[in-house]
T-cell receptor, first 112, second 113 residues
Framework: ETGVTQSPTHLIKTRGQQVTLRCSSQSGHNTVSWYQQALGQGPQFIFQYYREEENGRGNFPPRFSGLQFPNYSSELNVNALELDDSALYLC???????????FGSGTQLSVL | DQQVKQNSPSLSVQEGRISILNCDYTNSMFDYFLWYKKYPAEGPTFLISISSIKDKNEDGRFTVFLNKSAKHLSLHIVPSQPGDSAVYFCAARKPVGNEKLTFGTGTRLTIIP
């Protein structure tokens, strides 16, 4: 059984650019959630996808968008990057909504 | 608006002693609480949870206590081991149908050999 994998592990972008982060959910899991963890903070909920549909969104602007694919893998896209977008982005999968979350190791994004 | 608060950024405990990590919440709609543990360069891993209908849940060395009237929960680790050194996050969730976990800012626990 493979766990949640995220790519890339580290990424450096400049302000105004766009970025795509990827996540492969754990085998058998159909729900994917994305969280942003800024330095010294706890993870903050961005959104969740269940069976390819967005199923809830946190307090993030529309330039944060996502996709879930038929194999339940997922992408997080961020447009018009800002310096404050620098953070660890965590993907988590679960077998159903409200079930225990299994987190990946995250993508560390630096915006210069 | 920090709805889940962990007021101790760090805690050091001697190996073999009890570690007590605290968490306070403000939103009375939360009905399910979780603790996650995070090592550097890894994602958070689930440790233990408790439903609001209980006041205690135990799993091996880990026990979580919930005081609903005080909106306070704590994680007890007995006995503490060097491998317990990590950042611990408290998280809370509203009733079924709401997918979002609200996390605290974390407490860095260091176990001193």
């Amino acid at each position: 059984e493979t766990g949640v994998t995220q790519s890339p592990t580290h990424l450096i972008k400049t302000r105004g650019q766009q970025v795509t982060l990827r996540c492969s959910s754990q085998s058998g899991h159909n729900t994917v959630s994305w969280y942003q963890q800024a330095l010294g903070q706890g993870p903050q909920f961005i959104f969740q996808y269940y069976r390819e549909e967005e199923n809830g969104r946190g307090n993030f602007p529309p330039r944060f968008s996502g996709l879930q694919f038929p194999n339940y893998s997922s992408e997080l896209n961020v447009n018009a990057l800002e310096l404050d977008d620098s953070a660890l982005y965590l993907c988590a999968s679960s077998s159903q909504i409200n079930e225990k979350l299994f987190f990946g190791s995250g993508t560390q994004l630096s915006v210069l | 608006d920090q709805q889940v608060k962990q007021n101790s950024p760090s805690l050091s405990v001697q190996e073999g002693r009890i570690s007590i990590l605290n968490c306070d919440y403000t939103n009375s709609m939360f009905d399910y609480f979780l603790w996650y543990k995070k090592y550097p360069a890894e994602g958070p891993t689930f440790l233990i949870s408790i439903s609001s209908i209980k006041d205690k849940n135990e799993d091996g060395r880990f026990t979580v206590f919930l005081n609903k009237s005080a909106k306070h929960l704590s994680l007890h680790i007995v006995p503490s081991q060097p491998g317990d050194s990590a950042v611990y996050f408290c998280a809370a969730r509203k009733p079924v149908g709401n997918e979002k976990l609200t996390f605290g800012t974390g407490t860095r626990l260091t176990i001193i050999p």
